[in-house]
C-alpha cells in the first residue's frame, strides 16, 4: 500500500472521510464534533482536529456549519472534489495489485 501512503495513512484517511460523512448527516446534528472523532477511531480531539483541517482544509466544526449552509458556500464542493479524488487514487491502487 506503499503508493498511497502505506496502510496506516489508507485506516486513516477512510475514518476521516468516515467523519466528514458523519459530520455533514443531519441524523447526527445531535452529537458533538468530540463525539463524532472519538467514533471515528480518534483517541484525542486535538489530533483529530489537526488531521482533519490538514485533509479538509476546514476544522470539523466548518465543515458541518458549512453543510447546514450549502446553498450559501462553495467550500464544500472543493471538499467533495479533494475528497473523491484521494478515494480514486485508493480505489485505482486495489485495481492495480489485483491484475
Known amino acids: 500500500m506503499e503508493p ?10 477512510f ?7 458523519d459530520l455533514r448527516d443531519p441524523r ?7 463525539e463524532i472523532a472519538y467514533r471515528s ?3 484525542h ?9 490538514a485533509t479538509f482544509g476546514l476544522t470539523p466544526g466548518q465543515a458541518r456549519e458549512e453543510h447546514r ?6 467550500v464544500g464542493s472543493t471538499t467533495d472534489q479533494a475528497q473523491s479524488a484521494r478515494e480514486k487514487r ?3 491502487w486495489f ?4 491484475r
Open 69 to 74: 449552509h450549502a446553498s450559501s458556500l462553495t
Open 15 to 21: 475514518r476521516l472521510q468516515q467523519s466528514l460523512r
Open 41 to 43: 477511531g480518534s483517541s
Open 4 to 13: 498511497v501512503g502505506g496502510i496506516a495513512e489508507y485506516v486513516r484517511a
Open 28 to 34: 447526527l446534528a445531535h452529537l458533538h464534533i468530540s
Open 95 to 98: 485495481r492495480e495489485i489485483g
Open 90 to 92: 485508493h480505489h485505482q
Open 45 to 53: 480531539l486535538s489530533t483529530f482536529n489537526r488531521s482533519f483541517r
